[in-house]
């Protein structure tokens, strides 16, 4: 664990470039150089041909609610100032297969439901005690098309 726990490890090299990414305003995901195929979790080999290149890719920024969690307590206390939360598995749309987990944002609870159409914006991450923070990929609803 790092010591700017919870946050995540920017520096990682399997997801440094999708940080960097974020930091820049854009989604990034990896995509296979030999069958074109999106590969998420972005750690070679690609799952459907076995190619050893994986290339970062800005994605439109369109995705759908897969499925999700509301969060009440705070198992972690850095977690408890932003209770209740959502903790949401997004799907992207030029590949569903390809989902994500983040925070699901300026939704009411209780408007949440299976395939809403998503835009990601960035914001900030910041928890208690730890004076870093990230701008990390979030989802919040989309215009209805
Ligand atoms: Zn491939």
Do not use: K, N
Not at 32 to 60: A, F, I, K, N, Q
Not at 134 to 142: E, Q, S
Request: net charge negative; charged share 20%; proline share 11%.
């Amino acid at each position: 664990m790092h010591s700017d726990f919870p946050l995540p490890d920017i520096d990682w090299e399997p997801t440094s470039e999708f940080w960097a990414g974020a930091a820049r305003g854009q989604l990034l995901i990896t995509r296979c150089d030999l069958c074109g195929r999106y590969v998420w979790y972005p750690e070679p080999p690609c799952r459907h041909c076995g190619g050893t290149r994986l290339s970062w890719t800005r994605m439109s920024g369109r995705w759908t609610l897969f499925s999700w969690c509301v969060l009440r307590h705070a198992w972690i206390p850095q977690f408890a100032e932003q209770l209740p939360f959502v903790s949401g598995l997004v799907a992207l749309d030029e590949d569903p297969a390809v989902r994500v987990v983040s925070y699901i944002v300026d939704c009411p609870i209780e408007s949440l439901r299976c395939d809403a159409p998503l835009r990601v914006v960035f914001r900030p991450l910041r928890y208690p005690g730890v004076a870093r923070e990230v701008i990390a990929p979030l989802f919040a609803p989309a215009a209805e098309p």
